[in-house]
C-alpha cells in the first residue's frame, strides 16, 4: 500500500509503502472496543471510598437499654439504618484494570491505524526538524496544514526542540513510538507519523 509523505511546510517528500497486515485491515469496533475499555479502567485512580460503620464518629455505646422500650434492638448509632451512620458495602480503593492479553492488544494498535487510513485521517511527514523551535512557528505550521487535533507520532525518541515548542499548543500531542496507543489514535482528528516513526512502528508490530 502506497501513501504519499509531505514536509511540515506542506511539499510533498515522496512515498511510502505501507504493510498491509498493519494499514489496511479492516477496522473492527469490537476490538477497539476492548482495547480502549483496558485503557481506561486501567487508568482509573479506583481512590473512591466511603466510611463504614467502623469508621463514622459515633461513641460504640450502646444507645439504649436492650428490652422494655418497646423499640428494635440496637447497639450502635452508627448502623446503617441511622442518619450519619457507616454505609453498608460501600466502594473502597481499588484497582479497577483487568488482564488484556499482548497479542490482542497489539491486534486493536493494528486495527487502529487502519481505522485511520479508512477514514483517510493518516499523514506521513518526512520528519518534524525544525530551524525556527517556537510555538507560534509549530503553531503556524499546524494550522496552514489543516491539522485540528492532531496526534504525533515520531520514532524511538521525540525530536525535543519539536516538543518543547509545541508543548502549549492544546490541540498537538506528540509521542514516541513506543508510545502509541490506540485510545489517543482514535480520539485524534488527523493522525501525523514521521516517517522514522512508520519504521519504529512496523518493527514494534510485525
Same mark, same amino acid.
Given at each position: 500500500?502506497?501513501?504519499?509523505?509531505?514536509?511540515?511546510?506542506?511539499?510533498?517528500?515522496?512515498?511510502?509503502?505501507?504493510?498491509?497486515?498493519?494499514?489496511?485491515?479492516?477496522?473492527?469496533?469490537?476490538?477497539?472496543?476492548?482495547?480502549?475499555?483496558?485503557?481506561?479502567?486501567?487508568?482509573?485512580?479506583?481512590?473512591?471510598?466511603?466510611?463504614?460503620?467502623?469508621?463514622?464518629?459515633?461513641?460504640?455505646?450502646?444507645?439504649?437499654?436492650?428490652?422494655?422500650?418497646?423499640?428494635?434492638?440496637?447497639?450502635?448509632?452508627?448502623?446503617?439504618?441511622?442518619?450519619?451512620?457507616?454505609?453498608?458495602?460501600?466502594?473502597?480503593?481499588?484497582?479497577?484494570?483487568?488482564?488484556?492479553?499482548?497479542?490482542?492488544?497489539? +491486534?486493536?494498535?493494528?486495527?487502529? +491505524?487502519?481505522?485511520?487510513?479508512?477514514?483517510?485521517?493518516?499523514?506521513?511527514?518526512?520528519?518534524?526538524?525544525?530551524?525556527?523551535?517556537?510555538?507560534?512557528?509549530?503553531?503556524?505550521?499546524?494550522?496552514?496544514?489543516?491539522?485540528?487535533?492532531?496526534?504525533?507520532?515520531?520514532?524511538?525518541?521525540?525530536?525535543?526542540?519539536?516538543?518543547?515548542?509545541?508543548?502549549?499548543?492544546?490541540?498537538?500531542?506528540?509521542?514516541?513510538?513506543?508510545?502509541?496507543?490506540?485510545?489517543?489514535?482514535?480520539?485524534?482528528?488527523?493522525?501525523?507519523?514521521?516517517?522514522?516513526?512508520?519504521?519504529?512502528?512496523?518493527?514494534?508490530?510485525?
Amino acid at each position: 500500500m502506497k501513501a504519499d509523505a509531505i514536509n511540515l511546510d506542506g511539499g510533498a517528500a515522496g512515498s511510502v509503502d505501507l504493510n498491509e497486515a498493519i494499514f489496511g485491515l479492516e477496522p473492527r469496533k469490537d476490538i477497539l472496543h476492548r482495547v480502549v475499555r483496558w485503557q481506561r479502567n486501567k487508568a482509573m485512580a479506583g481512590t473512591h471510598d466511603v466510611l463504614g460503620r467502623s469508621e463514622v464518629s459515633f461513641s460504640t455505646k450502646k444507645i439504649y437499654r436492650q428490652k422494655g422500650t418497646g423499640g428494635a434492638r440496637h447497639g450502635s448509632r452508627g448502623a446503617p439504618i441511622f442518619r450519619g451512620g457507616g454505609t453498608y458495602k460501600g466502594p473502597t480503593p481499588r484497582s479497577h484494570a483487568h488482564d488484556l492479553p499482548k497479542k490482542f492488544r497489539k +491486534l486493536g494498535l493494528k486495527h487502529a +491505524l487502519s481505522a485511520k487510513v479508512a477514514a483517510g485521517e493518516l499523514v506521513v511527514v518526512e520528519n518534524i526538524d525544525i530551524k525556527d523551535a517556537k510555538t507560534s512557528a509549530v503553531a503556524k505550521q499546524v494550522g496552514a496544514l489543516g491539522w485540528k487535533r492532531a496526534l504525533i507520532i515520531d520514532g524511538a525518541t521525540v525530536n525535543a526542540a519539536f516538543a518543547q515548542a509545541a508543548r502549549n499548543i492544546e490541540t498537538l500531542d506528540i509521542l514516541p513510538s513506543q508510545g502509541a496507543n490506540v485510545y489517543d489514535i482514535l480520539r485524534s482528528d488527523t493522525l501525523v507519523i514521521t516517517k522514522a516513526g512508520l519504521e519504529a512502528l512496523e518493527a514494534r508490530l510485525s
